[in-house]
């Protein structure tokens, strides 16, 4: 950051504090390094500045659908609030009142471990059976480091009951609906 200080002040001197008359002026009484120097630099600068916004319009007019918000309505909609729900996705916690189990927060660093080092994978570590939570909420971040294999899901009687974008939702068989 404090070195676009000194960026924009060589742009500055380079194109005559941005002034492109005075630059074309130049470029007219036979000045061309600094006339045309300077109108190609102002180009440039416009060409970055255009295609920085332009890269940051097309990410969010094409930003993918806000499938945290849509599980969560349909959570509320469907979860009773007593349920125990267990999940490693934190967004959720703010986004509905339902009662969450969230692994622990020291097995981030074994997952950082798992993910880039090839170490004990963390359903290794953890086994989210001992809670016996009602319903199981897989998303983008579970899925990714494989807290809740698909395997343990199905030899504890969870079954899918929604599929919702990034998000499934599973419900242990005889807990509460």
Known sequence: ????????????????????????HALRAGQWLRGAGGLLLLLVLAVMIVASGARLAVRIATAPPDDSAQMA??????????????????????????????????????????????????????????????????????????VYPQERLQAAGYDLIESLGQYELFHRQGAPN
């Open 73 to 146: 309505q349909r959570m509320d909609a469907t979860v009773p609030q007593a349920a125990l729900v267990e999940t490693w996705e934190p967004q959720m916690g703010f986004l509905t009142d339902h009662r969450y189990h969230y692994p622990p927060q020291l097995l981030l660093n074994s997952t950082v471990r798992q993910m880039w080092m090839d170490e004990t994978p963390v359903s290794e570590l953890y086994d989210f059976r001992e809670y016996a939570p009602d319903y199981v909420l897989v998303g983008e971040f579970g899925r990714w480091v494989d």
């Open 1 to 24: 950051a404090f070195s676009t200080l000194f960026v924009s002040l060589a742009f500055a001197e380079l194109t005559d504090d941005f002034h492109v008359m005075r630059l074309w």
